[in-house]
């Protein structure tokens, strides 16, 4: 059983944080590191105010309607969602909509979702077809996109054959990881992944498979939502429960490039925010509350003399994901197997790396709406070598008033995902409430936001 979570005292906040501990842990692994949980060169990003209206104003969004998605990567869809020819899914963005395909021959296309007759949408929403025949007056295409039967052909003489197939956007895949851009004049979707592909390669995501999505509209801006994961600055005052195991204050944060940045943040180490914590404590409430562990039965587990917490629960995952996977990991560093090492990919896509535990979010603008969000998560697992990958599982989607702790399938991470969304209803309140029209970012642990909105400025610039 997991016992209750000792309340311990808090040290003077005005005093904390530590950017160079990650390292430090780095120096005491017993395997070789690699180099890309080194520290990025310092992003020099200046610490301007940002004004209150970036989150709500009616004139910004449509200028991200404009100038932004259109020409932004956007993931729509991991692999396993969509398995067998027909399989397909609807991604609505603003107010345009596609639909992410699978064909007979395995590949994904991506289709505005539009007759070329009299426009309207040929799919409502995702499912299985044979075909995609439009409702209005049955123009059938096939599941390449190609044209296969055109009602009263004789009327349509003037549509040459080569306008008769659905238009495609860009597709092109990571990992398992489908990604769309509208702009054929983008750069490749490996270019805008920047480091992203490198520092994950031996996190074997191709072999991932989706064990949890979860779906859930949030009554704020898709920035705010998005935001509140790319800092864990807030864990003392949001998420005190676990700040016995996670070094919240210590975390190295990284940009790299245009559209990546990372926040690393020690897992199995208390907070400095607490005093008189002990090791014993750690590994408890690590295994019992971060929802992301190889067990999840924290009073399962004795530690024993003289073991790190750390150590503890960095053995148990490797030794439980290596049985899991088929996979010798017996080179992977502690911190991979546990430590929460967040990626960004502008503008809406996260993801957790390491050989364990991997969390995606993606953040969609909810239609025309700038106050509100549609929020998706996911938990990934992997599958045995050799084996067929399982379907994903379908999305589990929450209504407005179901919390997610209601969704039994994210465990502890539930409540996490609850005390993060409670703040956001009360940002856009509040912001519009300023008077100084600002918001003012810590000059180090928020650079990953200030990142974000000065990539977005570029292309609202342009
Ligand atoms: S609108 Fe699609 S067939 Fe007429
Ligand atoms: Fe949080």
Redesign the pocket.
Known sequence: MNAPITPHALNNPAELGDPATFQRLLADEKVPVPDFLKPAEPARLGNADLSVARWFSADFHHREMERMWPRAWQFVARDEAIPEAGDHLVYDIGERSVIVMRGEDGQVRAFANSCLHRGIALRPAGGKVKQLRCPFHGFTWDLQGAMQSLPCAWDFTHLPPERQDLPQLRVESWAGFHFICFDPAAPSLADWLGVLPAHCADYDLEHATTLVHIRKRIPCNWKLAQE??FESF??RA??PHILTFTDDVDSQYDVFGDNVARCITPMSIPSPNLEGVTEAEVMHDCIAASGRMADADGGAHQLPQGMTARAYVGEMNRAVFAEATGRDLSHATLAELQDAILYSVFPNFQIWAGYFGNIVYRVLPDGNNPESCIYDVMVLGRHKHGEPKPAAVPVHELSDDQPFSSAPELGALGP?LD??MRNLPHMTRGLKSSLSGVVTLASYQELRIRHHHQRLDVFLAD
């Open positions: 509140a994961f807030h864990v949001t998420h996490v005390q993060d």
